[in-house]
């Protein structure tokens, strides 16, 4: 599936309606006037994201969803106000879905690796997510749940409140981007008429006349070292792991300073 740009947000739609649907009952049927509905609003979300999963949000409507369960297009309406306000119960769905295994028993590393996995893998199982932005994040109990759960990682490690928010936004800025690379790369490769070697073999040639080594060393060296690691122009899996202890070596940084060098190192 093709990752557009983030042209996508959250928060879009009636907030008080929004609201209201976030925090219903699991499986309840909303309460209106006319005839009785056959299904379920839980029902209607996980159609939007299977569909949304498969093709990707740009195949996202309300006809769309209406036709994969099988009734009239206005029917949906009945059900959710609008497509603003099903993006934003699809985003509740999916991060409310997300493990949220114990994690107070492991080092402070590993807890914030599990929790970049977890949303590395999250975008992997739905890639439109890639696609929205949670500038105003749908504050249903999903959402909810995953920030308390993803909090809890940095608990005991002496940062204040908003250095604990700081530093779980950095980490998953870092793997959201990392992720969006993974994807567009992924579409590239699938849009390409060529595999990896193929592109090398047919550019070969014309950059053998072309480029002078003497004039961009270190450009040479190093691009041949990395083309060799990785036999191929990227390595999303290698750029991911790189990133991650970097960005966690610098949080060390500041969890030493706030917790005087004897941070825990449970």
């Known amino acids: 599936m093709r990752v557009p740009p983030t042209i996508h947000r959250s928060g879009a739609g009636d907030p008080a309606r929004t609201l209201e649907l976030l925090w ?9 006037r006319g005839p009785r509905q056959g299904l379920t609003l839980d029902e209607v979300v996980a159609a939007a994201i299977t569909l949304a999963d498969s093709e990707g949000l740009e195949a996202l409507t309300m006809r769309r969803v209406a036709q994969a369960l099988g009734v009239g297009a206005m029917s949906l309406y009945t059900y959710v106000p609008g497509k603003a306000e099903l993006l934003d119960l699809m985003v509740d769905t999916v991060f409310g879905r997300m493990p949220r295994p114990e994690l107070s028993h492991l080092p402070w590393r590993a807890r914030l690796e599990a929790v970049a996995q977890d949303n590395r893998e999250l975008y992997e199982r739905h890639p439109w997510m890639l696609a929205v932005s949670t500038g105003r994040p749908p504050l249903g109990p999903g959402v909810l749940a995953k920030y308390e759960h993803e909090l809890r990682a940095f608990e005991g490690l002496g940062l204040d409140d908003v250095e604990m928010d ?4 950095y980490l998953l800025g870092f793997v959201h981007t990392s992720a969006r690379a993974a994807a567009d790369l992924r579409t590239a490769q699938r849009e390409s008429v ?11 040639p014309l950059l053998a006349r072309v ?7 270190t450009a040479t060296r190093v691009g041949a070292a990395a083309g060799a690691t990785h036999n191929a122009p990227a390595s999303p899996d290698h750029a991911y792991e790189f990133g991650l202890r970097r960005v966690l070596d610098g949080l060390g940084v500041l969890i030493d300073q706030r917790a005087g060098g004897s941070h825990e190192a449970r």
């Open 24 to 32: 219903r009952e699991p499986g309840a049927r909303p309460s209106q």
């Open 166 to 169: 700081d530093a779980l936004t």
């Open 194 to 204: 060529l595999t990896d070697e193929q592109w090398w073999e047919v550019s070969a």
């Open 211 to 217: 480029f002078d080594g003497a004039r961009y060393p």
